[in-house]
């Protein structure tokens, strides 16, 4: 059962400019303006084509980047303010990230078992039932602690270390849980398997996952709300099923006319943007001008114009 029904975690009017180069600088705007607001116990997946920032919105919620402008709020708590290195671990007790790359997540030279001693000694954890517990959220994420516990991590598969990283956050009790392309990594048989554990760990613990995706029909298999981003924006957010069935800015509507086949995966190097699309969203903002972002019902608003 969620632990309550405030907002676990609250994002409002997040930017970030990225700029490179030194004597001719360039301008990146990642992410513009995007708000939306994660309920404990509840799954968020974050759509959108590559390069759309997505990645760069769970940077800046697990403090490996600083927004240009905008502020998150965990239990209320300005994450700009958490500074102090007693809060910051305390911050990554609760709040954790598996990226597309796990193997640069864990320190190649310790064992697992080693990982997880850490865990309990530099989190301060209890100590009782320690080796049962980690036995436990092995065998939860459907890893063999026998086989597990004496390995290094270059001696695992990617979805093993996903599946490890799962069963560190269950173990830690994590709030907030980005997870960025999570099952790229894992196998057919092991996917609707982890799927449905972090489903279930949401629904018992009050976990919440932003889950970041390419995948819309996974989105629409696993997730209670839908943020949907297109070129730094979040253009359309809502509830899962009614963005689904009534999706209104042009590139979501594109989105979901363009992807007819269950469990079909966008290809990164296919072309998303048909000029078309580029168009009609221009379109689209010009003839709402004024509107900027409006709730069209309940839990579900669209980007209507840039303002
Ligand atoms: N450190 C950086 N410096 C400069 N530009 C960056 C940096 N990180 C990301 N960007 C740019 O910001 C934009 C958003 O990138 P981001 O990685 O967030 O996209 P994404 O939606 O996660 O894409 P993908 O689906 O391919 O993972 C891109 O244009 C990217 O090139
Ligand atoms: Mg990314």
């Known amino acids: 059962m969620p632990k309550n029904n405030e907002n676990m975690m609250s994002v409002k009017g997040l930017t970030k400019v ?13 992410v513009k303006d995007v708000s939306f607001d994660i309920k404990p116990g509840t799954i968020l997946s974050l759509i959108g ?5 997505k990645t760069t919105i769970g940077k800046l919620i697990l403090k490996l980047l600083k927004p240009t402008a905008g502020q998150i709020y965990y239990k209320n708590k300005d994450v700009a303010q ?37 865990i309990f000694s530099s989190f301060g954890y209890d100590q009782t039932n320690k080796e049962e517990r980690i036995h436990k959220v092995l065998n939860d994420v459907n890893l063999n602690p026998g086989r597990i516990l ?44 982890v799927l449905n554990l972090l489903v279930d760990l949401c629904k018992e613990n009050g976990m919440s996952v932003l889950f970041i995706t390419h995948d819309l029909n996974l ?19 809502g509830d899962t099923k ?5 999706p ?18 966008w290809d990164k190097e ?19 001008q004024g509107r900027g972002i409006e709730e069209i019902e309940e839990e579900h608003s669209v980007l209507f114009s840039l303002k």
């Open 49 to 53: 084509e590559s390069g759309s920032g």
């Open 82 to 118: 958490i500074n102090d290195k007693k809060e910051v671990k305390e911050y990554y007790k609760k709040v954790q990230g598996i990226f597309q790359d796990p193997f640069a997540t864990f320190n190649p030279l310790y064992r697992v078992d080693r990982i997880f001693e850490i």
């Open 150 to 193: 004496g390995k290094f991590p270059h001696q695992l598969s990617g979805g093993q270390l996903q599946r490890l990283l799962i069963a560190r956050a269950l173990l830690m009790d994590v709030d907030v849980l980005i997870a960025d392309e999570l099952i790229s990594m894992l196998d057919a048989s092991t996917r609707i398997g």
């Open 270 to 288: 296919e072309e998303f943007l048909p000029e078309q699309v580029v168009d009609d969203v221009r379109k689209f903002y010009a003839t709402n």
């Open 242 to 246: 009614k963005v689904y069935q009534n």
């Open 219 to 237: 989105g629409y298999y696993i997730s209670d709300y839908t943020l949907i981003m297109y070129k730094g924006r979040l253009v359309e957010k």
């Open 18 to 30: 990225f700029k490179s180069g030194v004597f001719k600088p360039q301008y990146t705007v990642a």
């Open 248 to 265: 209104i800015h042009p590139y979501t509507k594109m989105l979901f006319n363009s992807v007819p086949d269950i469990g079909r995966r």
